[in-house]
Nanobody, 115 residues
Framework: QVQLVESGGGLVQTGGSLRLSCAAS????????MAWYRRPPGNQRLLVAR???????IYADSVKGRFTISRDNAKNTVYLQMNSLKPEDTAVYYC?????????WGQGTQVTVSS
């Protein structure tokens, strides 16, 4: 069973930075596109960024130029470097596969950006 464990969230001020990590168990990591999603308060979960097994990346317009997704296939880990954070980035962040997320989501990691 694949498990996804997100970490690295916290409380930061506007303009600050955070680096999120997601450790995935199982052999599916190395062959799948991985993605970061986020669920803002009271809203649905949305795609933030994705990265193929070969390292190609795509970002949501709202984070383009501020966030960077990367992966370490040897460690089964995907990262999200978040710079120039804004209050609207406040959300619980999750990682999962893309385009079909695995049914068992991790617990997520809370990111709160204060104004």
């Amino acid at each position: 069973q694949v498990q996804l464990v997100e970490s690295g969230g916290g409380l930061v001020q506007t303009g600050g930075s955070l680096r999120l990590s997601c450790a995935a168990s199982g052999s599916i990591f190395s062959s799948n596109t991985m993605a970061w999603y986020r669920r803002p308060p009271g809203n649905q979960r949305l795609l933030v960024a994705r990265i193929t097994s070969g390292g190609s990346t795509i970002y949501a317009d709202s984070v383009k130029g501020r966030f960077t997704i990367s992966r370490d296939n040897a460690k089964n880990t995907v990262y999200l470097q978040m710079n120039s954070l804004k209050p609207e980035d406040t959300a619980v962040y999750y990682c999962n596969t893309y385009p079909l997320p695995r049914p068992s989501w991790g617990q997520g990691t809370q990111v709160t950006v204060s104004s």
